[in-house]
């Protein structure tokens, strides 16, 4: 059954594209979406007062994403979703496509597709969080895709906090060591291809490339955002071509000072003013559970 929103009234012309995290990676996807379609309006909302998602369980996970949706769709009529996350997409896609009429990708079968295309030995690795690697997701996609390759997979749970925390240096021992320890085995295969799983990874690519050199990285933002081009030529009309820049709306589920300031780090823009993409806002998310029971 198809859940009904009632979002506030909105141009029609001017209908935006939702982007939905559990914090600040999909901040990477929103920044590549920015840049491929640099004419879109975005609405972006962080979950920040409950991140992390990647250690949290499949019910919990789904709970959390349909009411994520819901906001976004409260807010505005969207014309499509980017679940800019690993971990959701990993675990809630098929249920939210299912419960939401409005069109919804994920990361995964975007990067799995871009890996497909890079690999030359057949060799792939994918570095996620702990739920991402257990709910098989890109196992499966790849699996799909080129039933033929060899992959390898690992959790790297302490990327995501090395991210936020600033630690993104390629000199600085600390996340190299930590690399050096995750990527063993991924290095040991001989994959000439690693999917950074979580949308946080793509600011260690630094770092990833140091510990792998010569391998391709997929960045799942990258990725997403060109899917997001293709949806948009096919079932909306992208806002491509106009001259203009498109207006971003950020909100969060926890403070905003500490968000706009490590986003400002995320996007290479400072957020923390009203300019120049607009002001950072709190919302109660919670307010947003219903019916659904996922």
Do not use: W
Request: aromatic share 6%; hydrophobic share 40%.
């Amino acid at each position: 059954m198809t859940d009904n929103h009632n979002p506030r009234e909105t141009s029609a012309v001017r209908r935006p594209v939702g982007i939905f995290d559990s914090g600040l990676g999909g901040l990477t996807a929103l920044r590549e979406i920015r840049r491929i379609l640099p004419g879109e309006d975005l609405i972006y909302f962080g979950d920040t007062g409950r991140v992390p998602y990647g250690t949290r369980s499949h019910e919990t996970i789904c709970h959390y994403a349909v009411q994520d949706l819901r906001f976004l769709l409260s807010e505005a009529d969207c014309k499509a979703v980017v679940i800019a996350c690993g971990t959701v997409t990993a675990n809630a896609l098929p249920l939210l496509q299912s419960a939401f009429s409005v069109p919804i990708i994920g990361v995964i079968d975007p990067a799995a597709k871009a890996a497909v295309r890079a690999t030359k030995n057949g060799k792939i690795g994918v570095i996620a969080t702990q739920s991402s690697i257990a709910s098989g997701a890109y196992d499966r996609a790849l699996a799909e895709l080129e039933p033929e390759v060899s992959l390898i997979s690992r959790a790297c749970p302490l990327f995501v906090p090395l991210v936020e925390n600033g630690f993104v240096d390629p000199d600085d021992p600390i996340p190299l060591l930590t690399a050096e320890r995750y990527l063993a085995d991924i290095k040991a295969s001989g994959a000439d291809t690693v999917i950074l799983g979580c949308t946080h990874y793509p600011l260690l690519k630094g770092i990833i490339s140091k510990v792998l050199p010569g391998v391709a990285l997929i960045d799942t933002g990258e990725e997403v955002a060109h899917a997001l081009k293709t949806l948009l030529d096919t079932e909306e009309p992208a806002e491509a071509g106009t001259g203009r820049t498109g207006d971003v709306q950020y909100f969060v589920s926890d403070e905003t000072q500490g968000f706009a300031a490590a986003a400002s780090r995320f996007l290479g823009l400072d957020i923390t003013s009203k300019a120049p993409l607009g002001e950072v806002r709190r919302i109660d998310i919670e307010a947003y559970s219903g019916i659904l029971n996922p």
